[in-house]
């Protein structure tokens, strides 16, 4: 009997190893291209505006289609949508690193995000059908929220030393083999899907379609906006016929037999409140790595393997609170406590990290500021995910963390155009039609702040999840029994 416990519970850690896995192959993704932006425009003859669509492709096709993903785990089966979706991804790697021109690249992107889509909720889904709601569930969901703060800083550093060992193609090639491995791992470590019982349910084609248009060009119009301005056509008609379609959505919704997202998961509180925080951390996190990478690289010069060496105490710390700290947190203070701590904390180092910027100013000034946010940020990730699958029946678990991570995509968005825009006065407001280190430090510092206070913002937020519920009188005499007899 103790053997077939100790096989289990082996299983257990090798099938949240798998899962832990994918989350890393899709948060090494986003930052891994970074880096090696310079050298792909060189090689594929990119301009400098189309340049931005290696990096913007994959965002509009994840953050579009996640909802479909979501709904696909649920009705199709988690781990089918799972392999479905690391084959889309790991083709689309390769042929990626193949690319011979800048539209099959941009192609390839896009096809990367559709698998990253279908990757993240089935991922997700599995972790919270797969273990217990409770402490079994939060040490599941913190090791891998620790992975994917993990890869984020990988991902930068990984893209400086194979841009510069490699080439830029192996950016794309590095994700094969991790594809590889996860595929290996399906057959052994997840059980097939439960056979579906019950009436056969029709899946929302109209409300699928809709959504995924309406969050693409509203995804599309954000990341167009800095570069085409807010006012130009095809960026404020994307605009405003992607916020249509959302809100022609919910319509569909409300008047559906088989709704993708049923409008009664708006009223679970923990998951609304999870949505608006994952809005204002990613609102945050992309204008934080923004700022401190054009701080490191623009004002103190550093190159792309040092600016991929610089992201790593961050990622570090990351990792940490997102792990271990964050499952202790959890366990012993509630999700209320936890979230609105970490985005407090998230807070209070972004601030500092703008405080500690400066024309003549070094590496060590920001640190702490980069450690205090990288420690606060990895913390409210994991408590982010937790909130948001935290009362949701098991066949809705594809949908809710897609829901919550949709709001993550569009806080992204949001979040850097917002930081892109305010960096850009303040550089004006400094001074000099060509702007001084001086005018650049401004407008970072500028936006630093105001990324601090959409942090800040998160950890009132998170103060609407419920209070944890206080122990039963007879329970706590109990426990005084306990205590005083021992």
């Not at 004002?299 to 040092?306: E, N, P, T, V, W």
């Not at 408590?383 to 809705?396: K, L, M, N, Q, T």
Request: aromatic share 8%.
């Amino acid at each position: 009997m103790e053997g077939s416990v100790g096989d289990s519970n082996q299983r257990a850690g090798l099938r949240l190893a798998l899962l832990a896995l994918a989350q890393f192959i899709i948060a090494v993704d986003y930052n891994i291209v970074y880096v090696a932006l310079p050298d792909i425009g060189d090689a594929l003859h990119f301009s400098s505006q189309t340049l931005q669509w290696v990096v913007s492709s994959y965002a509009v096709s994840f953050g579009g289609f996640l909802l479909l993903g979501g709904r696909a785990a649920d009705r199709l089966g988690p781990r089918r949508v799972f392999v479905t979706a690391l084959i889309l991804f790991g083709a689309a790697a390769l042929v990626g690193g193949l690319s011979d021109s800048t539209g099959l690249l941009v192609a390839a992107r896009a096809v990367q995000g559709l698998g990253g889509a279908l990757l993240f909720p089935s991922t997700l889904t599995l972790i919270v059908t797969s273990f217990e709601e409770g402490p079994p569930r939060n040490r599941a969901l913190a090791v891998w929220g620790a992975t994917g703060s993990g890869g984020l800083a990988a991902g930068a550093l990984l893209g400086g030393v194979l841009t510069q060992a490699l080439g830029w193609q192996w950016v794309f090639y590095f994700m094969v083999p991790l594809v590889v491995i996860a595929l290996l791992g399906v057959p052994a470590l997840l059980a097939p899907d439960a056979p579906r019982t019950g009436p056969r349910r029709s899946f929302d084609i109209p409300g699928a379609l809709v959504v995924t248009l309406g969050a693409t060009l509203v995804v599309f119009g954000l990341v167009s906006g800095p570069d085409y301005g807010w006012t130009a056509p095809r960026v404020l008609g994307t605009l405003i016929v992607g916020v249509l379609l959302i809100g022609s959505f919910f319509l569909i919704e409300a008047n559906t037999s088989a709704p993708l997202a049923p409008l009664r998961l708006f009223r679970n509180r923990s998951l609304s409140t999870s949505m608006i925080v994952a809005f204002l951390h990613m609102c945050a996190l992309s204008g934080g790595y923004y700022l401190f990478t054009t701080y490191i690289q623009n004002i103190l010069g550093y190159d792309a393997l040092q600016a991929g060496l610089a992201f790593l105490p961050l990622g570090v710390l990351a990792m940490i609170a997102g792990g271990r700290v964050a499952a202790a947190m959890l366990n012993k203070n509630g999700l209320r406590t936890t979230l609105s701590l970490g985005m407090l904390v998230y807070a209070v180092g972004m601030a500092a990290m703008a405080l500690g910027m400066s024309t003549n100013g070094t590496y060590w000034a920001v640190l702490p500021g980069v450690c205090v946010y990288g420690f606060g940020g990895g913390l409210a990730f994991t408590a982010i995910f937790v909130s948001a699958g935290s009362g949701v029946a098991p066949a809705e678990q594809g949908v809710a963390s897609a829901l919550a991570s949709t709001s993550q995509q569009i806080g992204a968005a949001v979040g850097l155009a917002a930081i892109l825009v305010i960096a850009n006065h303040g550089i004006h407001l400094g001074g000099g039609a060509t702007p001084s280190q001086h005018a650049v430090v401004h407008g970072l510092r500028t936006a630093g702040w105001v990324a601090a206070a959409a942090a800040a913002v998160g950890a009132i937020g998170a103060l609407n999840l419920r209070k944890p519920p206080a122990p039963a009188p007879a329970m706590a005499e109990a426990g005084r029994e306990v205590s005083t007899s021992g």
